[in-house]
């Protein structure tokens, strides 16, 4: 059964950013919150978090957004980015609900969050978990 990043007990974040540079790190190769899936802004004049991840839509509006076809369904809900197809437009960026999807600021294509769970483990609080949901 598929995977996908779920967000379980945002009352505990404390905007240490453990979670973005490992997801940097993993699947970036760099320590760069500009090279990221997730981030980690506050949550207005509060002392609480957000944190903006792909929530694994069953039908992504950025898929249908895409005017060169550059992103496909994954199984269990979100999309996955063929960067040979992407021509850097910014449609799939704008199309997003939460503002999940930014273009890599070196690359211009976008960063999409693929819902590896490679940072599940270094989040301290247990904020992020990986949810079995159908395909």
Do not use: W
Request: glycine share 8%.
């Amino acid at each position: 059964m598929p995977k996908k990043l779920t967000i379980r007990h945002l009352e505990r974040c404390v905007g240490c950013l453990c979670c973005v540079m490992a997801c940097a790190r993993e699947r970036f190769n760099t320590l760069s919150i500009d090279q990221s899936a997730i981030r980690v802004k506050a949550a207005g004049q509060t002392a609480y978090y957000a944190v903006v991840v792909c929530r694994g839509c069953k039908d992504p509006v950025c898929l249908r957004a895409c005017p060169t076809n550059a992103l496909r369904k994954r199984k269990g809900g979100g999309v996955i980015l063929d960067p040979s197809k992407c021509d850097a437009c910014g449609s799939c960026e704008k199309a997003c609900m939460i503002g999940a999807i930014r273009l890599d600021q070196k690359q211009g294509i976008p960063i999409v969050c693929i819902h590896c769970g490679k940072c599940v483990p270094f989040c301290p609080h247990g904020i992020l978990e990986m949810e079995e949901v159908e395909g």
